[in-house]
Nanobody, 122 residues
Framework: EQLVESGGGLVQTGGSLSLSCAAS????????MAWFRQAPGKERELVAA????????TYADSVKGRFAISRDSATGTLYLKMDSVLPVDTGVYYC????????????????WGQGTQVTVAS
């Protein structure tokens, strides 16, 4: 089983960036999935999550209205569209999958990607 993130990079404040997470080796399209991020010196935090059936999505207060999580059910690929980015959005972004109904925190995660760096320049 493997989750591989892509799309990270350097972006200016106010700009946009799209992250992708390719899933292989398991039917991740039927799993709840999420994006986490970890800034230097800080704990890993949940950014956005989507239920196993794509019916519901949740967001951290800090990204509501700016980020959007989605998934292609056919391929199991997870996406994170990031708009109006801010320097506080800088960090390593991780794709995650779980086996419960929904991911609320790191404790609900069974599979992690290797992470992709996002840097927002001020």
């Amino acid at each position: 089983e493997q989750l591989v993130e892509s799309g990270g990079g350097l972006v200016q404040t106010g700009g946009s960036l799209s992250l992708s997470c390719a899933a292989s080796g398991r039917a991740f399209s039927n799993y709840p999935m999420a994006w986490f991020r970890q800034a230097p010196g800080k704990e890993r935090e949940l950014v956005a999550a989507i239920t196993w059936n794509n019916a519901e999505s949740t967001y951290a207060d800090s990204v509501k209205g700016r980020f959007a999580i989605s998934r292609d059910s056919a391929t199991g690929t997870l996406y994170l569209k990031m708009d109006s980015v801010l320097p506080v959005d800088t960090g390593v972004y991780y794709c995650a999958a779980g086996t419960a109904f929904r991911i609320w925190s790191s404790s609900d995660v069974d599979y992690w990607g290797q992470g992709t760096q996002v840097t927002v320049a001020s």
